[in-house]
């Protein structure tokens, strides 16, 4: 039957209803919303004077040959964010006369991609944007890429000695490194570095807060923290960076409570805790001139606006508030010179301005249809039951008030069921028998939500209905590789399908990957400030493209993923929105193809290829192959080396 686009087809349904089912209007803020054709759109700053649409945008790039799955990453929504960032922090230091700036820095672990770095550097260098790196690596990129003068560049991570020179060196070619200790034996090696090279570096401590964190980071933070040093241990730097005569070079003070804080108070705790450390630093003579407030700020991914793993309790510009004026308030009371505030907000940065779109290949679904040719001539009691538990629960009035009539019925059936289960196990029932049994114990669930909607009552003796009647869709794509938080650590993503929104979604369903790892599954949603378990989907042909996004997937997810069943990266386009709801695509990043994910692994596709060809030799021989099915074998697998490692058209 062909679908038809008209809210005629669907009186009861509109693009507010779609709105409220997923929840765009929470987590889309003024980024992403539905148009009149029912399709999601994107706007760079919200003004919605100009946006695209998703759906034609996919079309258009499927049209160039650049089919999903893959990344749309937006360069307006990264500008909006770096620039709304830095005005919210110009606006708190104006608010509070706060007698110095703030300068942030973009932690590269949260994305590491040449292109991306770029962008950032270009859109924040008006405000002095820098970097922050964690290893040898990343402070290669750093040098490599960090042209500003003014900017800074953090150096976090274990430090061997030839870290510690890179950066000593560093601040010799203009730069603004700052080396930050983290273990208390960083500073031997530091101390025979400069006496190697006879030049300093600028020096910066982090510091472990008795201030706990919260939610999956909790453990991050406090004496067992992986970085920082006790106060102990900071009095003991103090004492030996004075007897080397360092102190002179130890201007920042750095704090990190963990990743994605939700409750701005553990926030407000930390700064009290850091600005007194900094403070005391003052006293004991380093000449302190900048507080790093580290990562942490988190974004609202379910939009409830609460202090839940994937919300926030506060905005930007609360979080800016609170950091400039606890800060103030510590230096003022000790006569102490403000210091330049620094963080490190990666994921409030990078989340919204990337998307990963992939298609459904098909779908899974429970057989509710009674087999009507069954002969049940044994008169199998089990089945009889079934069959009479079923024609009760059709015979229930439809306005049913009073559910403990349903819930009986439904528990017999599942009993029914499992009875069934025992009997075959035994071997007391047929394979027919026990799948006619199963039909029958669906198509009573079924006939429940016919009759109710299961959904909306509090009956928690029903909730596993929706279960039962779940329906999987088959992605194409690899959970472990665009999105391995959600397997990881649990971690929401706002998911919707980019269009059909004038339609009725009129199943509940999963979606499960590529891959052959059974985790490879997404069935945690976001739920008005909850989760649950299943998402409202349309349905499926094969002849018609179902396009889902998973929405704030900017940060960290291209970092951690990996090659799980070598399907490796998918096309990154990078779009700039233009005028007149229009765009251009300003750089393409082309997906893996299967050799050069095979070469990752030290595999020779010369090699492989040339072991198939004399393993097919053989079996000419052998006259188990012929020379043209080996033409066509070896074809397909030079062909299939130089494609995607998803699977395409």
Request: hydrophobic content about 35%; charged content about 25%; some cysteine.
């Amino acid at each position: 039957m062909k679908r038809s686009n008209t809210k005629n087809s669907y009186p009861n349904w509109d693009i507010r209803e779609s709105i409220k089912a997923y929840d765009i209007d929470k987590w889309g803020g003024k980024y992403f919303s539905l148009n009149k054709k029912g399709n999601i759109t994107v706007s760079p700053d919200g003004t919605q004077d100009n946006n695209i649409d998703l759906l034609q945008l996919i079309k258009e790039l499927k049209s160039r040959e650049i089919n999903p799955p893959l990344i749309l990453r937006f360069n307006d929504i990264l500008k909006n964010r770096i620039t709304e960032l830095n005005h919210v922090f110009e606006g708190a230091i104006k608010n509070y006369k706060y007698n110095n700036q703030y300068k942030g820095v973009f932690p590269i672990k949260c994305n590491h991609q040449k292109n991306f770095i770029e962008k950032i550097l270009e859109f924040g260098d008006p405000w002095d944007f820098g970097l922050e790196v964690g290893s040898k690596s990343e402070l290669i990129i750093g040098l490599s890429l960090l042209d500003n003068p003014n900017s800074l560049l953090i150096c976090n991570g274990y430090k061997d000695n030839n870290y510690i020179e890179m950066s000593i060196l560093a601040r010799k070619l203009g730069k603004k490194p700052i080396l930050v200790i983290e273990q208390i034996d960083e500073i031997p090696r530091i101390i025979e570095c400069v006496n190697k090279l006879g030049d300093t570096p600028l020096l910066g401590i982090r510091t472990k807060l008795s201030s706990r964190s919260s939610g999956r980071w909790e453990n991050t933070t406090g004496d067992s923290s992986k970085f920082g040093l006790s106060i102990p241990e900071i009095m003991i730097t103090i004492k030996e960076l004075e007897q080397a005569n360092l102190l002179s070079e130890l201007q920042l003070l750095h704090f990190h409570i963990g990743s994605q804080i939700s409750d701005i108070s553990i926030i407000k705790d930390a700064l009290q805790e850091a600005s007194q450390v900094f403070v005391e630093l003052s006293k004991l003579g380093a000449p302190m001139k900048y507080i790093d407030v580290g990562g942490g700020l988190g974004i609202d991914y379910d939009g409830s606006q609460t202090t839940s793993s994937n919300s926030t309790n506060y905005t930007l510009q609360n979080y800016a508030n609170d950091v400039v004026a606890t800060i103030k308030d510590s230096c003022k009371i000790h006569k102490i010179d403000e210091p330049i505030i620094i963080s490190e907000s990666g994921r409030s940065i990078t989340s919204h301005c990337s998307v990963l779109i992939f298609n459904i290949l098909g779908t899974s679904n429970i057989n509710y249809t009674i087999d009507k040719n069954f002969n049940n001539s044994n008169e199998s009691l089990i089945i009889s039951n079934l069959l009479q538990t079923l024609e009760e629960i059709k015979e229930l009035d439809d306005t049913e008030e009073d559910y403990s009539k349903i819930i009986e019925l439904w528990n017999d059936a599942k009993k029914f069921k499992n009875d069934s289960l025992a009997t075959f196990r035994l071997g007391f029932m047929s394979l027919k028998e026990r799948a006619f049994s199963e039909q029958v114990t669906w198509a009573c669930a079924k006939e429940i939500t016919n009759k109710l909607n299961v959904e909306n009552i509090n009956c928690p003796e029903l909730s596993d209905i929706k279960d039962t009647l779940a329906s999987t869709y088959y992605g194409n794509f690899s959970v472990f590789k665009s999105i391995p938080d959600s397997w990881a650590i649990n971690q929401i993503f706002p998911i919707v399908p980019i269009h059909r929104h004038l339609e009725q979604p009129i199943f509940n369903g999963t979606f499960a990957d590529l891959t052959c790892d059974s985790d490879g599954k997404l069935n945690n949603f976001i739920d008005n400030g909850n989760s649950k378990s299943l998402l409202k989907m349309h349905s499926f042909n094969n002849e018609e493209d179902y396009f889902i996004g998973i929405f704030l997937s900017g940060a960290y997810q291209e970092a951690l993923g990996n090659l799980h069943n070598l399907f490796g990266s998918t096309n990154i386009i990078h779009i700039d929105i233009t005028q007149n709801n229009n765009y251009k695509i300003s750089n393409i990043i082309r997906e893996d193809n299967k050799a050069e994910v095979l070469k990752k692994f030290d595999y020779s596709t010369e090699e492989l290829i040339e072991k198939i060809r004399v393993n097919s030799e053989l079996a000419i021989n052998a006259n188990k192959l012929s020379i043209e099915e080996t033409r066509q074998l070896i074809g397909h697998i030079e062909s299939s080396l130089r494609k995607s490692t998803y699977l395409s058209e």
